[in-house]
């Protein structure tokens, strides 16, 4: 199994433009998770889906932040329009129960 | 104005002793509880994990405590290595209805190995 596999592994965009971050989970995981981590505030979890179903989105900081979930293997996160204070690592997360497999992370900077 | 960074608890230890981190958390109603690893330029690794009708769980090199009298966690790492350096998480998940599945991280501790 090739893990959850998360594109790009870097990003710099100039402050202003669209961002989307993808996230491909682990075959027969149920739940998806985003999360941002930043030095700040360590990790933190913008939303998470159960069977494609968002169902808790409190951690999405405000409404430039958008995610979907059109099938089981693949999620999108984006941010339009994107400030530098966006700039952190985003991680995609999947589980089947309780058990947690994190992607390598894509690294956001906003210039 | 200047920003502050967030300060992670740190132990430096040497290669071949024995190394604990801790974790306290407040949910009382947490059933299940999680040690990552997560080593600099990659996501967390799942270490070891608990339920909360357990006190200890062992695994290669690496033992988890939990004492729910006073909501600690820790982990503790036999003949610590070189490799063993990284920043350690650990993770809680709360019982609040249809919440089991969201982990909660700590801030996280940064273990250092010296040769």
């Known amino acids: 199994d090739a893990g959850v596999i998360q594109s790009p592994r870097h990003e710099v965009t100039e402050m202003g433009q669209e961002v989307t971050l993808r996230c491909k989970p682990i075959?027969?995981?149920?739940?998806l998770f985003w999360y941002r981590q930043t030095m700040m505030r360590g990790l933190e979890l913008l939303i998470y889906?159960?069977?494609?179903?968002?169902?808790?989105d409190s951690g999405m900081p405000e409404d430039r932040f958008s995610a979907k979930m059109p099938n089981a293997s693949f999620s999108t996160l984006k941010i339009q329009p994107s400030e530098p204070r966006d700039s952190a690592v985003y991680f995609c997360?999947?589980?089947f129960g309780h058990g947690y497999t994190f992607g390598s992370g894509t690294r956001l900077t906003v210039v | 104005g200047e920003s502050v960074g967030l300060h992670l608890p740190t132990l430096s230890v040497q290669e071949g002793d024995n190394s604990i981190i801790n974790c306290a958390y407040s949910?009382?109603?947490?059933?299940?509880f999680i040690w990552y690893k997560q080593e600099s330029g990659k996501g967390p690794q799942f270490i070891i994990d608990?339920?909360?009708?357990?006190d200890k769980r062992q695994g290669q090199r690496v033992t988890v405590l939990l004492n729910k009298t006073v909501k600690h966690l820790s982990l503790q790492i036999a003949a610590t290595q070189p490799g063993d350096s990284a920043v350690y998480f650990c993770?809680?998940?709360?019982?609040?209805?249809?919440?089991?599945?969201?982990?909660?991280f700590g801030k996280g501790t940064l273990l250092t190995v010296n040769p």
């Open positions: 997360a999947s589980s």
């Open positions: 075959s027969g995981h149920n739940s």
């Open positions: 889906f159960n069977n494609n179903v968002p169902i808790d």
């Open positions: 949910n009382s109603a947490s059933d299940y």
């Open positions: 608990i339920r909360s009708n357990m």
């Open positions: 993770a809680e998940t709360g019982d609040s209805g249809g919440s089991n599945y969201k982990l909660t």
